[in-house]
């Protein structure tokens, strides 16, 4: 329990490290629209489920094609809780985001799925995501901290 409660203090000071980053303005003069992300990126997010009242480690690696327009696809995923492997993902899968001009913005799966809120590098070359809530489709409501970065990989 004692490693779960430090990890989970690690995950929180860097999420509030992104936070306060992002509150003092952007550096780039604001130059972030959803045209800011185009391409296919590859993402790796790491976090807790809480599974019965219990939390389970989480970890997820997917693709989201951002269509630089607003609109995304989630052509594949794969999310281990505990160990448990589930894969998902495909034409079906879709969502929506949206970005500010400081290069903060929010993304959501589905509907019904999960949302996050994000922050932009200004090149749109990378992507921090911080899971804000809703259901997990192939899980269902599960609620807990995930967080990870997207990488560009393709145009």
């Known amino acids: ?3 779960l409660t430090q990890a989970v203090i690690v995950t929180i000071g860097a999420a509030m490290a992104v ?3 992002a509150n003092n303005g952007n550096p780039h003069g604001g130059k972030c629209s959803e045209a800011t992300l185009d391409g296919l990126y590859v993402v790796s997010a790491t976090g807790f489920s809480i599974v019965a009242g219990v939390a389970q480690p989480r970890a997820v690696v997917e693709f ?3 269509n630089g327009d607003g609109t995304l696809s989630n052509p594949a995923v794969t999310i281990s809780i505990n160990g448990a492997i589930i894969r998902g993902g495909g ?4 969502g929506t985001y949206s970005i500010a001009s400081d290069c903060t913005g ?4 589905g509907p019904p799925g999960p ?3 994000l922050y932009v590098a200004p090149s749109g070359s990378q992507v921090n995501m911080m899971f804000t809530g809703g259901p997990v489709p192939v899980l269902g409501v599960v ?3 995930l967080q990870g970065i997207a990488e560009r990989v393709s145009h």
């Open 1 to 3: 329990m004692k490693r």
């Open 19 to 21: 936070v306060v980053h």
């Open 64 to 66: 989201i094609r951002f």
């Open 91 to 94: 034409p079906g899968q879709a």
């Open 106 to 109: 929010s993304l959501a799966f």
């Open 115 to 117: 949302t996050f809120d």
């Open 143 to 145: 609620p807990g901290v």
